[in-house]
């Protein structure tokens, strides 16, 4: 839920971006998500754009950098 109350969190300027699915993993990671070409991190979309969120600031524990990591290794960084 937006909050303007969490100023440790500011809000992402790629939200609203139109962005393609990112490519799956096997195990379907990121679920969907596209790459947010702002802040780097996977975030959800809604008709093809990118959902408001908080900008991305590292991933959030071991699991989630070692599916990024591994994402990146296969994808890598695209434009
Ligand atoms: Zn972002």
Same mark, same amino acid.
Request: charged share 20%; net charge negative; proline share 6%.
């Given at each position: 839920?937006?909050?303007?109350?969490? &100023?440790?969190?500011?809000?992402c300027?790629g939200?609203?971006?139109?962005?393609?699915?990112?490519?799956?993993?096997?195990?379907?990671?990121?679920?969907?998500?596209?790459?947010?070409?702002a802040c780097?991190?996977?975030?959800?979309?809604?008709?093809?754009?990118?959902?408001?969120h908080?900008a991305?600031?590292?991933?959030?524990?071991? &699991?989630?950098?070692?599916?990024?990591?591994?994402?990146?290794?296969?994808?890598?960084?695209?434009?």
């Amino acid at each position: 839920m937006w909050s303007e109350h969490d &100023a440790d969190a500011p809000a992402c300027a790629g939200g609203g971006t139109a962005v393609a699915a990112a490519p799956p993993l096997a195990d379907g990671f990121p679920f969907g998500a596209g790459l947010c070409p702002a802040c780097g991190g996977f975030v959800a979309r809604d008709d093809g754009r990118l959902r408001a969120h908080d900008a991305f600031r590292g991933a959030a524990d071991e &699991a989630d950098a070692a599916r990024r990591g591994a994402w990146f290794n296969a994808h890598g960084w695209q434009s």
